[in-house]
């Protein structure tokens, strides 16, 4: 297998529309899931590999990163889309919620980079350029979020977790976020919050994954870029 991108949580939305492009540029994957939704299948049958992932424990995270290592030598990027979008509202125990944000969204990216690094420093001697590691974080990283606290810290670990890894990486692996708002509307979306949500943002629209994957495509492509969070949040800062 040439140097394959692994992306987390690929089984919707966001990480499977970043599995399909690179499968439709030839590139190899690697992609994790916890629930086997449909889409699964479907990027198996394209030649993507497939793993289950249970970030949710610390054995799980190691098991993974063992696992991984026994299929590839090296990487070509780490893309970590995992998330969850838990709330308050949602869980009386907020303790425990506390700790799962946290976990799967700070703790699991920190130790799946440390455990990865090698194979990521593999691809940039082989290629003679820097290997990536892009993190996914959020909007909320900027302003909070008094509906998902626990969430919003949880990202905003994240992003600090990106510009310590650039510095120690640097530079043989890029380290970047990329922060959005409003991607795409879920199916059960009520016309209600649609609109509401709309109107949070100078651009007013909803964009796509394809914001999101030129994105990931810039960073991938520069070699100079590191340690930086891009926004791609259709001005929502100045509303």
């Known amino acids: 297998m040439t140097s394959p991108i692994l992306i987390t949580g690929a ?5 499977l529309a970043l599995a399909k492009h690179f ?3 030839g590139q190899a994957i690697i992609v994790t899931y916890r629930t086997r939704h449909l889409a699964i299948d479907e990027l198996s049958d394209h030649g993507a590999v497939c793993m289950y992932a249970d970030f949710s424990t610390d054995n799980g995270i190691n098991e993974f990163a063992s696992q991984l290592k026994l299929l590839t030598s090296s990487l070509k990027a780490v893309i970590h889309n995992a998330s969850s979008w838990d709330c308050e509202a949602n869980n009386p125990d907020s303790s425990t919620l506390f700790d799962n944000m946290m976990r799967i969204h700070a703790k699991a990216p920190y130790l799946i980079n440390l455990a990865l690094n090698e194979l990521l420093l593999n691809f940039q001697q082989q290629q003679q350029q820097p290997a990536d590691i892009i993190h996914l974080t959020d909007y909320v990283v900027e302003k909070g979020s008094p509906k998902h606290i626990a969430y919003a810290a949880s990202k905003a670990a994240l992003e600090n977790i990106t510009k310590s890894f650039a510095a120690k990486f640097a530079p043989n692996i890029k380290v970047n976020a990329i922060a959005p708002s409003l991607i795409i509307f879920n199916d059960h979306d009520s016309d209600e919050y649609r609109e509401k949500t709309l109107k949070k943002s100078l651009m007013g629209i ?9 994105s990931v495509d810039l960073l991938l492509s520069s070699h100079y870029i590191t340690g930086r969070s891009l ?9």
């Open 206 to 214: 909803e964009p796509g994954c394809r914001e999101i994957i030129n």
């Open 23 to 25: 499968i439709a540029q």
């Open 231 to 239: 926004p791609v949040d259709g001005g929502r800062h100045l509303k």
């Open 11 to 15: 089984g919707q939305r966001i990480g």
